[in-house]
């Protein structure tokens, strides 16, 4: 499902296996705890990377485990579920005590690439993966606060627009250059490189963990109301 | 004033008139909301709309010579505020149709003409003879709420202060730019026919109309709030 290693500074969360990670109730129950874990044992200059193995970051909610309620008031129910569910990670995320990477070496689709986008950087593969909010394609709507993710992590409307209301299959190359990427490459291994590398200078800063969060939620005040997260006024004499 | 003409799965708004300007009165308003109407009630699966004009202008904003005619100052005030009231009913009309929208710009647009553009989906323009020009700033006329909530939504970073804040006329590379439009065209034809394939591409992913305006004010959720207009969440897969 997922675990979590740490590497020096690094905590590193993995979705493993090589199916398409899909966000039920349990592997999302399963992130949030191993999130809180981070949180716990954060100090100063920690840095999260989340990645997946296999071709899928991953592909959402599972919408089989849905339609497996056997009618569609069901389907609905369950579907509410996991977007109640996922809140809670998306909120920790946000309120992570670290700078966060979403290493991101296959495809991320609709919650899974909500989950990516939830961190601060997002590094991503140029020759395979797209990003892709399908729920144009599949007459879902989205949840409040995933559109209120995209609205303050996506500046871009043109690019909001289109990946929201157009569906489109974004590749890496195309990420990178519209901003929703910090930076793509070519092949599995020099993203996680990269990444390993970009947790660790951004750990070498030694920053203020706490502070960093609140910096953080202050750029991002309206997703951080609606996930529940309060903004704490800090003022640390360190001069 | 306006023609809707049904094409297979689209609808195509042209705007027509001897007024060449297009000038944006009661009638010309009218007239557009009501084809809207129309458009939305005769949508189904794979709809798509496509606005058009022809010459000179897409559309050159509020018909000031009819604000002005009025008899006194307090009528001119009030048929100003009437022209605000019919655009701000305009802008919910296209939000809440339930099908994609693409402006093929023509010709200039200016002040509640770029308003019109902007409330489409994706916007089209000519890449030569047409450029986008917010005059408000110039001629001294505040830009009500609604509107800069529509530009805050449709609209990013530097370009959103260049649009209202500098006066320019954006002529369609800078517009291609700055992110307003999705590409430019040589010619008026060439700018129409676009709008016209880039509609049928749209129309070919059958999107479900109701789940798709859904979306969209989820997209564009704060200028849902301040025109007053909920969105529904969470539906079936």
Redesign the interface.
């Known amino acids: 499902m997922c675990t979590l290693e740490m590497r020096g500074n690094l905590f590193i969360l993995t979705l493993t296996g090589e199916d398409r990670h899909l966000f039920n109730p349990d592997l999302i129950s399963s992130l949030l705890k191993l999130l809180s874990q981070v949180k716990a044992q954060a100090t100063c200059g920690s840095a999260l990377i989340t990645q997946a193995q296999g071709k899928f970051f991953s592909y959402g909610f599972d919408?089989d485990w849905?339609?497996a309620a056997g009618s569609?008031q069901g389907?609905?129910k369950r579907?509410?579920q996991m977007?109640d569910l996922f809140k809670p990670v998306i909120a920790t995320l946000l309120s992570l005590p670290m700078p966060t990477i979403a290493a991101i070496t296959g495809h991320a689709v609709a919650a899974g690439f909500t989950l990516a986008l939830s961190h601060d950087y997002l590094i991503m593969r140029k020759d395979r993966g797209i990003l892709w909010m399908p729920?144009?394609?599949?007459?879902?709507?989205?949840?409040?606060y995933i559109?209120?993710l995209?609205?303050e992590m996506i500046?871009?409307?043109?690019v909001?627009?289109d990946l929201?209301?157009?569906?489109l299959k974004m590749k890496g190359d195309e990420a990178e250059k519209r901003g929703v990427v910090k930076a793509a490459y070519d092949g599995e291994a020099e993203v996680r490189e990269a990444s390993v590398c970009l947790a660790e200078n951004l750990g070498k800063r030694k920053w203020h963990g706490e502070v960093y969060a609140e910096i953080r939620k202050g750029l991002y005040p309206q997703l951080s109301a609606i996930l529940g997260l309060s903004h704490k006024v800090y003022a640390i004499a360190r001069l | 004033m306006c023609s809707l003409e049904k094409r297979g799965n689209l609808f195509i708004l042209i705007l027509t008139g001897q007024n060449g300007e297009h000038r944006l009165n009661p009638n010309l308003f009218s007239s557009i909301i009501s084809a809207l109407s129309r458009a939305k009630a005769e949508s189904t699966r794979g709809s798509a709309l496509v606005t058009v004009s022809h010459g000179k202008f897409f559309c050159n904003g509020f018909d000031l010579d009819w604000v002005n005619a009025a008899g006194s100052d307090e009528e001119t005030q009030q048929r100003f505020n009437l022209l605000l009231d019919y655009l701000k009913q305009l802008v919910l009309a296209f939000i809440s149709l339930p099908m994609p929208t693409i402006a093929a710009v023509n010709g200039h647009a200016a002040a509640g003409g770029v308003v019109l553009a902007l409330c489409h989906d994706y916007v089209l323009m000519r890449r030569h003879r047409s450029v986008l020009y917010m005059i408000d700033l110039d001629l001294g006329i505040k830009i009500p709420e609604p509107f800069m909530a529509l530009f805050r939504a449709k609209i990013s970073g530097s370009a959103r202060r260049d649009l209202l804040l500098r006066g320019l006329k954006i002529k369609g590379e800078e517009a291609l730019k700055m992110g307003i439009v999705e590409a430019v065209y040589d010619g008026e034809e060439e700018v129409t026919n676009s709008g016209i394939e880039m509609a049928d591409d749209l129309a070919k992913r059958n999107w479900h109309g109701e789940f798709y305006v859904e979306i969209r004010k989820g997209l564009y959720s704060e200028l849902c709030d301040i025109l007053g207009i909920a969105s529904k969440a969470i539906a079936t897969p």
């Open positions: 919408l849905a339609q569609e389907a609905v579907l509410q977007a729920e144009v394609d599949i007459a879902l709507t989205l949840p409040d559109n209120a995209f609205k500046g871009d409307a043109s909001r627009r929201l209301l157009r569906g």
